[in-house]
């Protein structure tokens, strides 16, 4: 009798520990499914860039003398950030008790690929120079700073800087060219000066009477358009054309409507082709596989920069200096409980002069923000609103903000206590009307 008890507790725990396994099985299934079903959320078809479609423009180069303007992001990648690479690669990030997912770019993806001026040269294209933007061809140099003409150590093409003496190629530099290819990663924010070089370029083409070749590449922040329209009174080389902080267009479109809609020097127009990419929407995610330039180091702090980029005309530091550039946000002497976030600022790639070197600064980490559609002025409001409170030692804004804004009222709205929802309401009139002017000169849907 014991004995049939024994067997009858045993086959009862046994099923009961069947029971709870399968049950916890279908649990890590569940997380499994709901796990793939974000990534899947990201998963687009292979993204072409233009680089790579060597068949559609080397025939357009041949016996010609080509100028290239490039840096370190004009690469032909030999594996693609393909569906299958962001899948892999795709890692959640919390921020409170909500799963972000961001796509990032695989380790082959980013370790195989060839560049551009190297592919030429195997190719016997005869290339004569190369133009360097800011921040140099190798993209070393810190924001704003001169870039110096010389010679690259590797080919032995000459480097012609078009962020030192002189921002637009001289006919000089063009007479002993038949054609000028541009090839450079841009963000997609007004300011991001890789759109105003590309502006004098085409400029000095169309004076030359030469060609210029777009080789185009992804927006990472082309899923949406947002900011004050640029007012003409405003133009710098920080803004030139009359569009939002976030344009929503990719470099080679962004060609198109400068051409369009007559921006160049006396209406002159460029002799302008564009190699489209394949497989890409203003809607596909994507990663860029190598940091466009020095401050901008990863994903986050390319979506973030259209809305903390405003920081730089105000005393807050929003981490030069640091390995999470524009990803956090601080002062000195903000010691507000709210504030829970400290870091010190010291010289680094790509920002030997950081602000507020050397100074513990209290504010934001920023870096775990979901995925932002639209520019957000939250930020800037409480940074304002707690320097008018606390802070006596500087103002807070700095002389330049309009170049940034693009317009002198956004500081005055700032100022006059407006929120972020009465300020963006001023820019709907325009962003309408700058859909309608864009879609003439979209290329992707």
Not at 283 to 297: A, E, M, R
Not at 315 to 338: C, E, L, W
Request: proline share 6%; glycine share 8%.
């Amino acid at each position: 009798m014991s004995v049939l008890k024994l067997l009858k507790n045993t086959f009862l725990f046994l099923l009961f520990f069947a029971i709870s396994c399968g049950n916890r099985s279908n649990a890590i299934n569940t997380d499994k499914e709901e796990a793939v079903q974000s990534r899947d959320s990201l998963r687009n078809p292979s993204i072409v860039v233009g680089a790579n479609r060597t068949a559609s423009y080397l025939p357009l180069l041949a016996g010609k003398r080509i100028g290239v303007v490039a840096n370190q992001t004009s690469v032909i990648f030999k594996s693609h950030v393909s569906s299958s690479a962001v899948e892999s690669a795709v890692t959640p990030s919390t921020a409170g008790n909500q799963k972000k997912f961001w796509p990032r770019a695989s380790s082959e993806a980013v370790e195989k690929h060839t560049h551009l001026v190297d592919s030429l040269l195997s190719h016997n294209i005869n290339l004569k120079k190369v133009f360097a933007p800011e921040h140099g061809f190798r993209g070393k140099a810190d924001a704003g700073e001169h870039v110096k003409d010389g010679v690259d150590t590797k080919t032995g093409l000459p480097l012609l800087s078009l962020h030192g003496k002189n921002r637009k190629p001289t006919q000089e530099q063009l007479s002993d060219l038949d054609m000028v290819i541009f090839d450079i990663q841009d963000v997609g924010a007004r300011f991001y000066t890789y759109i105003s070089t590309m502006h004098y370029v085409m400029e000095a083409c169309a004076e030359a009477g030469i060609p210029m070749l777009v080789l185009d590449r992804p927006n990472p922040n082309g899923h949406y358009i947002d900011g004050p329209i640029l007012e003409e009174e405003n133009r710098s080389f920080l803004g030139m054309h009359p569009v939002p902080i976030v344009h929503g267009m990719t470099i080679g479109e962004y060609a198109q409507m400068i051409n369009g809609q007559g921006w160049l020097k006396d209406g002159r127009q460029c002799e302008l082709k564009v190699i489209k990419m394949e497989n890409y929407t203003h809607d596909t995610p994507y990663s860029l596989p190598i940091k466009p330039s020095p401050n901008l180091p990863n994903d986050v702090s390319i979506n973030l920069y259209p809305s903390l980029c405003f920081f730089e005309q105000t005393n807050v530091s929003i981490g030069r200096g640091t390995d999470m550039q524009f990803q956090i946000a601080g002062i000195p002497h903000y010691r507000i409980k709210r504030h829970y976030f400290n870091f010190t600022p010291m010289p680094n790639e790509g920002s030997k002069y950081p602000k507020h070197e050397g100074k513990e600064c209290w504010g934001y980490n920023l870096s775990g923000t979901e995925r932002l559609s639209e520019i957000k002025l939250d930020w800037l409001i409480e940074f304002y609103q707690m320097n008018q409170e606390y802070g006596k030692e500087e103002p807070f804004f700095y002389k330049y903000l309009w170049r940034l804004a693009g317009t002198k009222k956004f500081q005055e709205q700032i100022e006059a206590g407006w929120s972020a929802e009465q300020i963006k309401a001023t820019w709907q009139e325009g962003l309408d009307a700058y859909r309608e002017m864009r879609k003439p000169y979209l290329l992707y849907p």
